[in-house]
């Protein structure tokens, strides 16, 4: 990805890794629109970013989706990057009765949101030199975790549909990247001052440096066990790494 003179289209990008991103790439000279459906938290951003911009999006509402997608494409002709971070995630109890608006709001958020947001710019992207349409997923799509086994379920499924996507689009100049985060120290699930997870900072900057090649998949050291692990013998790489999880959340 060229990591300077875009007009970029972050989605949740008022805290986490899409404020990350959208900080460390409006330092390189891009124009950055960050979205997100608390207006302080915007603003927070902006404020600390002279020159970026924000709207307020509900990623669960299609009409929201088409609104913001429209006024894009009329107030930033040039966009031609589009990164669909947003995204939630819980603890779940797939061993017993799942909470059916916990569920409903996690693939809402987590696959149609970025679904639509793609389909909503696709067409406006494709005309553009330079486009990519990115998707932040995570290694629990590879390697699920037992106790958020909805959110996990949910980026393997984005992480099928990018796969579609990119051959679909393999013939046009739109590029299709897949961002598969490790454990990151951000807002989900209070992880912001676990040890274990990898520091903000180290993987904006990991990561920065990798969607500068031409890779297709943005992976730090840190994730790529993660990925290498899917095959016949992933079983006993998923029990393990749910032993060790059951033991750091408590979780019966």
């Known amino acids: 990805m060229k990591l300077s003179g875009n007009t970029i289209f972050i989605t949740g990008g008022a805290s986490g890794i899409g404020r990350g991103l959208a900080e460390a790439l409006h330092r390189r000279g891009n124009k950055v629109i960050i979205a997100g459906r608390r207006r302080g938290h915007l603003d927070a951003v902006i404020a600390a970013n002279p020159g970026m911009e924000a709207v307020e999006l509900d990623i669960t509402d299609p009409a929201s989706i088409g609104r913001v997608a429209a006024q894009l494409v009329r107030t930033h002709p040039d966009l031609n990057v589009l990164i669909n971070n947003a995204g939630v ?3 779940d109890s797939v061993g017993g009765k799942v909470d059916d608006a916990m569920l409903t709001a996690t693939v809402d958020t987590n696959v149609l949101g970025p679904i639509r947001m793609t389909s909503a710019l696709i067409e406006h992207l494709k005309t ?6 990115g998707y932040t997923s995570s290694v629990l799509g590879f390697v699920p975790l037992a106790v958020s086994g909805v959110y996990s379920a949910t ?7 990018v796969l579609s996507q990119r051959f679909m689009l393999r013939n046009t100049g739109v590029r299709v990247l897949e961002i598969a985060p490790p454990w990151v120290r951000t807002e989900l699930l209070n992880s912001q001052e676990a040890e274990q997870a990898m520091p903000l900072d180290e993987f904006i900057a990991e990561t920065i440096e990798v969607l500068g090649t031409d890779v297709d998949e943005v992976l730090v050291e840190n994730a790529k066990a ?3 692990n899917v095959g ?8 393990g790494f749910n032993e ?3 033991a750091l959340f408590g979780a019966a």
């Open 89 to 91: 995630m819980q603890i």
């Open 155 to 161: 980026k393997a499924a984005l992480h099928s549909y």
């Open 226 to 228: 993660f990925r290498a």
């Open 232 to 239: 016949p013998n992933e079983h006993g790489f998923v029990n």
């Open 244 to 246: 060790q999880a059951m």
């Open 128 to 133: 553009k030199q330079n486009a990519v349409v």
